[in-house]
């Protein structure tokens, strides 16, 4: 079974503290992706990157950067965060080339900024 | 032409009943719809997907109808059960691509 797992279930931080947000996955995908999730938005994606150190911006990157120093992780960073990032933050992994093309997700963060 | 647009957004169905959630899309270029299902506190999960060579995708109480003229899709679910409470996400995206894009969700609740 593909496993995925976010370092924290929630977090707690206060407006201008830089934030990370780990990632792993255990399944050798080439494909890695950080996404933000809010009610009435569906997933929208912040970053992706389908090699180690190859990162490329999503839809909302404003705000965030990313890191990806082994294939199995991946990094999402908030340089000052603001109350407005305050959010779910859902990371997947997926195999390229795959028929199905399906993404693998974790539990998610839970991340609430004060 | 990047939206996937679904609806509705909420839907309560009584046990035994049939679920419906509708999306639809603009971009053409889209050959790979999958639908996600997430339970509180965890992360979606692949449930069903279809790709539009085919008009119809059943797997066990859970169909997809595509219907590409109109750039449309649907996830029925027959005898909707209490276990069924989740969000459902409807996507879409490119083989080949790196891009997938969801729908806003729809909160389905089947009464008991």
Known sequence: DVKVTQSSRYLVKRTGEKVFLECVQDMDHENMFW???????GLRLIYFSYDVKMKEKGDIPEGYSVSREKKER????????????????????????????????GPGTRLTVL | QQQVKQSPQSLIVQKGGISIINCAYENTAFDYFPWYQQFPGK??????????????????????????SAKQFSLHIMDSQPGDSATYFCAASTTGGFKTIFGAGTRLFVKA
């Not at chain 1, 996404?35 to 938005?41: A, C, E, K, N």
């Not at chain 1, 933050?89 to 693998?104: E, F, W």
């Not at chain 2, 085919?54 to 219907?67: A, D, H, L, P, Q």
Request: with cysteine; aromatic share 10%.
């Open chain 2, 43 to 68: 992360g979606p999960a692949l449930l069903i997907a279809i790709r539009p060579d085919v008009s119809e995708k059943k797997e066990g109480r859970f169909t997809i109808s595509f219907n590409k």
């Open chain 1, 35 to 41: 996404y933000r999730q809010d009610p009435g938005l």
């Open chain 1, 74 to 105: 991946f990094s999402l960073i908030l340089e000052s965060a603001s109350t407005n990032q305050t959010s779910m933050y859902l990371c997947a992994s997926s195999a390229p080339g795959t028929v199905t093309d399906t993404q693998y997700f």
